[in-house]
Structures are given as C-alpha cells and as structure tokens.
C-alpha cells in the first residue's frame, strides 16, 4: 500500500526535468517564429521598388533573461540599408510607410501558438 | 453609413491644430497634424461569415520645428483621439485607442525649412465597430 510519497517523488522529479529544459524547448519554437517573421519582412520589403535594397538589413536578435526568451526582429540600422527602415514602415513628415509591419506577426502567430502548444501537451506527458 | 463616413468621423476629431487630410501641401503651416485614415477592413465574422465587425486603422504623424511643438500637439491629438466614441449614423462604435508602434520622434532629412528639419513622430490608432 502506498501512501502517495513515492508518486509524489517521482512526479517532482518528472517537473524537475520538464523546468530545466522548458527555456530551451520554447527557444527553439521561438527561434523559428523570429526566423520566418524575417523571412516574410524580407519578401515583403523585396517588393518595393523604392525599398527593396533594404531587405538585407532585416535580422533577428536573441535577448536571454533568467527563465526568458526574447527576439527582436526588423531592420538594422548598422546594416546597409538599414536606416530606411523607419520610413519604410512609419513613413515621413509627409506621409509615406506604406510597409505593414504587423503583418509577419499576424501571420506567424498562429504557427508559433500551435507549436507552443503541441510542446505544453508534450511536458504534460512527461510528468 | 459608408466607410467613407466612417473615416470622414474620425478624422473630424482632430480639432484645435492644423490638420492635413491625405496629402500635406508644398509649404505646410507648422506645426501640423497629417492624417490618413484606411477603409475599415473586416475584424470579425460570424460562423455563417457574415461581417460582425470592422477596425478602422488612421495613421497620424505630428510634425513640428521643435521636439517641444511636437509634444504639445501630440498632446492635443491624443485628447481628441484616445478613448473618444465618434457619433456616425449607422454605426455602433466602440472607443478609440492608440496603438503603440515604439518609433521614436525624428527629423525628417529630406525637409529643410530655414536650415532645419522638421520633427515628427507617428501615431496609430484603431477604432472597432459594426454597421446597423
């Protein structure tokens, strides 16, 4: 007969493993949505006439926190090209931005959230 | 009860400050506030995909010769504009918010005006509703 301490043991041991490797699980997914947010900032920008040099100085920057994953997606100013980026998408004194910059994240968003799900489920049968 | 009508309700928020619809003339009276305002795309559907919502987006840039000129107009656009409800006929409006787009204010390089460039700095707003 068991008093439930042997499963209780186990089932911490199970978090345990979950916690240490959940930053790097949710990286990865992470990583993927800020590579294919580029990827279609790119393609975007690719066909502007007037931008389309600029399309090289779209990248992606990790930012690690203790327990956080971040990235910044967009163009570098440090890149050629770069510095166009705020009148690409925000335009000028006189108007202008015709880049939609929210539209690689609306398209991504579904993708990733289904990936961060499908890795919630995973940890769940973990435990 | 148009998108037209829609925008035009909007856009006669903004009072108080020079305001250009659409396009911004040759020689602007500083400070100024240049507006242009999307036809409202759909935000919603229902299961049987009939429109329940549509989100109006405006961009707005405040343009001044001083970071100061800026800020006050800013000011008085985000008194007009952030939380407001515009009476249009044929439309159920919910508030006005700003959307934070992170973009500093700037000086906009390709205008001289007596040997300085103008400052500007964009603001985005949405406004949901639903036609009756």
């Known amino acids: 007969m068991s008093d439930g301490t042997a499963e209780l043991r186990a089932f911490a041991t199970n978090l345990g493993k979950v916690a240490g490797s959940a930053v790097k699980d949710v990286d990865a997914v992470l990583k993927k949505g800020a590579q294919n947010i580029k990827n279609e900032m790119q393609a975007d920008v690719s066909g502007s006439p007037h931008f389309k040099g600029m399309a090289g100085s779209i990248t992606y920057d990790s930012h690690y926190l203790p327990g956080r994953a971040r990235y910044v997606i967009g163009p570098d100013k440090g890149r050629r090209g770069g510095a166009l980026g705020n009148i690409y998408y925000f335009g000028t004194s006189r108007g202008g931005g015709s880049g939609d910059i929210d539209k690689p994240l609306r398209s991504e968003e579904p993708r990733t959230m289904s990936a961060l799900e499908a890795l919630a489920e995973r940890w769940a049968g973990q435990l | ?132």
């Open chain 2, 1 to 132: 009860m148009t998108g037209d009508a829609l925008a035009a309700g909007f856009e006669a928020l903004i009072t108080g400050v020079t305001v250009y619809k659409d396009k911004v003339p040759s020689t602007p009276s500083f400070p100024y506030v240049f507006v242009v305002t999307n036809f409202p795309t759909v935000a919603e559907r229902s299961n049987a995909r009939s429109v329940l919502a549509r989100v109006l987006k405006s961009r707005t840039q405040v343009v001044g010769l001083t970071g100061a000129s800026v800020r006050i107009v800013a000011q008085k656009l985000t008194d007009a504009l952030e939380g407001k409800r515009p009476d249009v006929p044929g439309w159920v409006l919910g508030s006005i918010e700003s959307v934070a787009n992170e973009q500093p204010m700037l000086p906009d390089e390709d205008v001289t005006i007596n040997g300085q460039h103008p400052l500007y700095q964009p603001f985005d707003w949405i406004l949901t509703g639903s036609q009756v």
